[in-house]
């Protein structure tokens, strides 16, 4: 089993370009996560997915939009990024929201926005 | 939010020796789990246990809900254990219900 596999796995920005992170899940999980990781820090919640068709805001939001495309896919993007959004970005699943189950990361997208 | 304190920050053994990482939090959670960043940074869910004890090979971890922390024990430590270990909670009730709060992680090195 993948898993959960995001693509791509590095990526160099201008400042002002945009892009999407693409996330994808095989584990019929109903709630799907994009974290952000910067030095030293652990992972902050970016937006979260509680099933599908529902898309709701994490603690940072501000900069990015979601998609939550069907159950398997997930997508997270920049319209317009900025250096401070240099970061290894982690996409995750769970099984549902409020099931207090374990959740499923991805190998992350190191992304650098000069 | 919640606040999620790690303890220590920083860990560096020799192989063979043990070690206990130590995860505060500031209200009551309903879930909590551990994970390991290994060098190459990919996340693995080490345990999920919003209470009591439950072991898995050399790691053991135990949570006391009622006291806010949790301890994570790794025993007769290898190099491959190196890596940053993070908890992670999430709040019981309020509006942040079902969101998970990270720690700051412990950075543990283990030295042949």
């Known amino acids: 089993n993948a898993g959960v596999t995001q693509t791509p796995k590095f990526q160099v920005l201008k400042t002002g370009q945009s892009m999407t992170l693409q996330c994808a899940q095989d584990m019929n999980h109903n709630s799907m996560y994009w974290y952000r990781q910067d030095p030293g820090m652990g992972l902050r919640l970016i937006y979260y997915s509680a099933s599908e068709g529902t898309t709701d805001k994490g603690e940072v939001p501000n900069g990015y939009n979601v998609s939550r495309l069907n159950k398997r896919e997930f997508s997270l993007r920049l319209e317009s990024a900025a250096p401070s959004q240099t970061s290894v970005y982690f996409c995750a699943s769970s099984e549902g929201y409020y099931s207090n189950q374990p959740q499923h990361f991805g190998d992350g997208t190191r992304l650098s926005i000069l | 939010g919640i606040q999620v304190e790690q303890s220590p920050p920083d860990l560096i053994l020799q192989e063979g020796a043990n070690s206990t990482l130590r995860c505060n939090f500031s209200d009551s959670v309903n879930n909590l789990q551990w994970f390991h960043q290994n060098p190459w940074g990919q996340l693995i869910n080490l345990f999920y246990?919003?209470?009591g004890t439950k072991q898995n090979g050399r790691l053991s971890a135990t949570t006391v809900a009622t006291e806010r922390y949790s301890l994570l024990y790794i025993s007769s430590s290898q190099t491959t254990d190196s890596g940053v270990y993070f908890c992670?909670?999430?709040?019981?009730?309020?509006?942040?219900?079902?969101?998970?709060?990270f720690g700051r992680g412990t950075q543990l090195t283990v030295w042949p």
């Open positions: 992670a909670v999430e709040r019981s009730r309020g509006s942040t219900l079902g969101r998970l709060y």
């Open positions: 246990i919003p209470s």
